[in-house]
């Protein structure tokens, strides 16, 4: 069963540092997300990108976030510069396109910052 | 502000036993609602999804949807340990707003 991925499971890094979280969809999907869920808090809208453009972002995806589509299969989020408050699970997710259709989940990046 | 709330847990329920989790949302025009079952640590995985009114089963699974009351649940027949988990009511197909979600205990 086709599956999202995402790359590295575990990332720590210092506080400034840009780190770049990569996830894999589903390959007949056309619409991409990112969620992030704070430790012990909710699950967390950051952006959704369809047609190679951003289609929706929330207040939290701010300057220092950014995703792109690089070769047709990847799905990336960059923070510029991670702050302290970062840390939390990034979730990518999926979904084919219709109206109805389920959003698939990767099984999420835990980001650590020091 | 679109909101999603979810019924105060943690629930506890004895094995075979019915677990009844509950969900209002604000967002009146909202069309697609899920549930999905998340273990610590892991990424949510969906149980059910609904989109009209009434009642949808799925094995021990069934979800109702009232969007007059703006009102979702899920019910988990014959519950059993392994159905111990937090359980996120969803809202919105994509850019989902997600609620705290319910943490269920099944004790044996």
């Known amino acids: 069963e086709p599956e999202v991925t995402q790359t590295p499971s575990h990332q720590v890094t210092q506080m400034g540092q840009e780190v770049i979280l990569r996830c894999v969809p589903i390959s007949n999907h056309l619409y991409f997300y990112w969620y992030r869920q704070i430790l012990g808090q909710k699950v967390e809208f950051l952006v959704s990108f369809y047609n190679n453009e951003i289609s929706e972002k929330s207040e939290i995806f701010d300057d220092q976030f950014s995703v792109e589509r690089p070769d047709g299969s990847n799905f990336t989020l960059k923070i510029r510069s991670t702050k302290l408050e970062d840390s939390a699970m990034y979730f990518c997710?999926?979904?084919?396109?219709?109206?109805?259709?389920?959003?698939?989940f990767g099984p999420g990046t835990r980001l650590t910052v020091l | 502000q679109k909101e999603v709330e979810q019924n105060s847990g943690p629930l506890s329920v004895p094995e075979g036993a019915i677990a009844s989790l509950n969900c209002t949302y604000s967002d009146r025009g909202s069309q697609s609602f899920f549930w999905y079952r998340q273990y610590s640590g892991k990424s949510p995985e969906l149980i059910m999804s609904?989109?009209?009114?009434g009642d949808k089963e799925d094995g021990r699974f069934t979800a109702q949807l009232n969007k007059a009351s703006q009102y979702v649940s899920l019910l988990i027949r014959d519950s059993q340990p392994s159905d111990s988990a937090t359980y996120l009511c969803?809202?919105?197909?994509?850019?989902?707003?997600f609620g705290d979600g319910t943490t269920l205990t099944v004790k044996p």
């Open positions: 997710a999926s979904r084919q396109g219709a109206v109805a259709d389920t959003q698939y």
């Open positions: 609904i989109y009209s009114n």
């Open positions: 969803a809202v919105g197909a994509g850019k989902s707003t």
